[in-house]
């Protein structure tokens, strides 16, 4: 069966930097469409970023352009989501998903803080 177990959250400061972590099992990771998701306290869930499985193309949030940066090691199974400058408004579970047979896969979360 799919699993995502997400990794990396916690507390930091503004302005400083986190990676998080994927790791997928239960299908076949290197053709599969891999994304980072957030929800905030009181806020719908929203796409932070994509990664494609061929080619490695990504697409974000216009909120984290230029600061976040996602990647994939398919010989790991393992998607990454590198998080610079970061921001309070960027405080939220952070959560892993892939697609299936129109089905959404998602892990348990991790928690960012951002906070002095």
């Known amino acids: 069966q799919v699993q995502l177990v997400e990794s990396g959250g916690g507390l930091v400061q503004p302005g400083g930097s986190l990676r998080l972590s994927c790791a997928a099992s239960?299908?076949?990771?290197?053709?599969?469409?891999m994304s980072w998701y957030r929800q905030a306290p009181g806020k719908e869930r929203e796409l932070v970023a994509r990664?494609?499985?061929?080619?490695?193309?990504?697409n974000y949030a216009d909120s984290v352009k230029g600061r976040f940066t996602i990647s994939r090691d398919n010989a790991k199974n393992t998607v990454y989501l590198q998080m610079n400058s970061l921001k309070p408004e960027d405080t939220a579970v952070y959560y892993c998903?892939?697609?299936?047979?129109?089905?959404?896969?998602w892990g348990q979360g991790t928690q960012v803080t951002v906070s002095s």
């Open positions: 998903n892939t697609r299936s047979l129109g089905r959404d896969y």
């Open positions: 990664i494609i499985s061929v080619g490695g193309g990504t």
């Open positions: 239960g299908f076949p990771f290197s053709t599969y469409i």
